[in-house]
């Protein structure tokens, strides 16, 4: 016989699913609102940073990372993912913030008033949880969940859909697929600690949308020869010979020790759609009011970049650190 799930009965006034930048500035307000909160994160506290590359520099200036009115106080006009974590850890101690880290939410459940809102199940080393709440904000972001090729041998262990560190790479053949931001700046962090690369993309070029400052530094690498491209082009496989693919040129195999493919993230809203909440199936944008951030599930809240679906580079840090505001501003109206 299973044991029964660990229940505690007092009724949070929100659960924040999420323990990033965006569920911290939700945290923030509600506590700064007098309201009860706990946040969920299945990681640690800003668990997607930490999974950012080693050296990573933001785009972002400082002060569009300020959340909580607590000033970010580096030198640096663009943070590094060092600083930031340095920096959102603060936040979180100066507002002694309630934390459940390394717990999954497996569920949403809404409730009648009377039974409390919404029932949280969730899972941790210890066992299974479940927590009540008159309101919940899911703010768990989109790294968690990595765009897929779908091709044969993508689950192979040299095939990865995070880039950390070049370090490691020196004198290996590598392989990056993408075409965006985080491709580019993979490449060209292997080249430059001496790895041979070769970037594959479906584009006639790198997408446009890459930083003013990226884009150029690559086709300059790729003009000289000094990394390798091949555009207009797809991964058919992988396999114990490497990469197999093709384009303009024909078929092709490109030996490798690693294969990074890094073309984006699919916006984690299963749990939103389990609870009801509408999604648009060609976009992923969940029904969301503009100005209250709640769903069409009266007190399920949807916070920071999820609200982008799909379009994962359009709402940052920076235009949705006010989320916590009007989320507990329509709470507590």
């Known amino acids: 016989m299973s044991e029964s799930p660990s229940a505690d009965q007092s009724l949070l006034d929100l659960l924040v699913i999420g323990a990033g930048p965006t569920g911290l500035a939700v945290g923030a307000a509600a506590l700064d609102a007098g309201l009860s909160v706990l946040l969920l994160d299945r990681g640690s506290l800003c668990d997607a940073i930490r999974h950012?590359?080693?050296?990573?520099?933001?785009?972002t200036t400082r002060d569009l990372l300020?959340?909580?009115?607590?000033?970010?106080?580096?030198?640096?006009?663009?943070?590094?993912?060092?600083q930031a974590l340095a920096y959102y850890r603060e936040v979180a101690r100066?507002?002694?913030?309630?934390?459940a880290t390394g717990e999954t939410v497996t569920a949403v459940e809404a409730r009648s008033a009377a039974e409390g809102g919404f029932l949280v199940r969730s899972e941790t080393r210890e066992g299974?949880?479940?927590?009540?709440?008159r309101a919940v904000v899911l703010a768990s972001g989109y790294f968690g969940q990595?765009?897929?090729l779908g091709v044969p041998g993508e689950d192979l262990p040299w095939v990865r859909s995070r880039f950390v560190e070049p370090y490691g790479h020196y004198g290996d053949r590598v392989v990056v697929v993408g075409g965006g931001n985080?491709?580019?700046?993979?490449?060209?962090e292997l080249y430059r600690w001496g790895a041979e690369v070769t970037l594959v993309h479906r584009g006639e070029?790198?997408?446009a949308s890459v930083k003013y400052w990226l884009g150029p530094d690559f086709e300059n690498r790729v003009a000289e020869g000094a990394i390798a491209a091949r555009y207009q082009s797809t991964v058919e496989r992988f396999d114990a010979e490497g990469v197999h693919g093709g384009g303009p040129e024909g078929r092709w195999v490109l030996p490798c020790s690693t294969c990074y493919v890094?073309?984006?993230?699919?916006?984690?809203?299963?749990?939103?759609?389990?609870?009801?909440?509408?999604?648009?199936?060609?976009?992923?944008?969940?029904?969301?009011?503009?100005?209250?951030?709640?769903s069409n599930i009266p007190g399920f809240y949807v916070a920071g970049t999820l609200q982008a679906g799909r379009d994962t580079g359009k709402i940052f840090i920076e235009n949705s650190r006010d989320h916590g505001h009007r989320i507990v501003r329509h709470l507590t109206r």
Request: aromatic share 6%; glycine share 4%; with cysteine.
């Open 262 to 294: 890094l073309i984006g993230y699919r916006p984690e809203l299963d749990l939103a759609a389990a609870v009801g909440v509408a999604i648009d199936p060609e976009t992923l944008v969940p029904q969301v009011d503009v100005e209250s951030c709640e």
């Open 128 to 133: 299974a949880r479940e927590r009540r709440a």
């Open 205 to 207: 070029r790198a997408k």
């Open 146 to 148: 990595p765009q897929r």
């Open 182 to 188: 985080s491709a580019l700046e993979a490449a060209l």
């Open 94 to 99: 100066q507002y002694q913030m309630p934390l």
């Open 52 to 59: 950012y590359p080693t050296d990573m520099r933001f785009f």
């Open 66 to 82: 300020e959340i909580a009115g607590v000033p970010l106080a580096i030198p640096d006009a663009k943070p590094t993912r060092a």
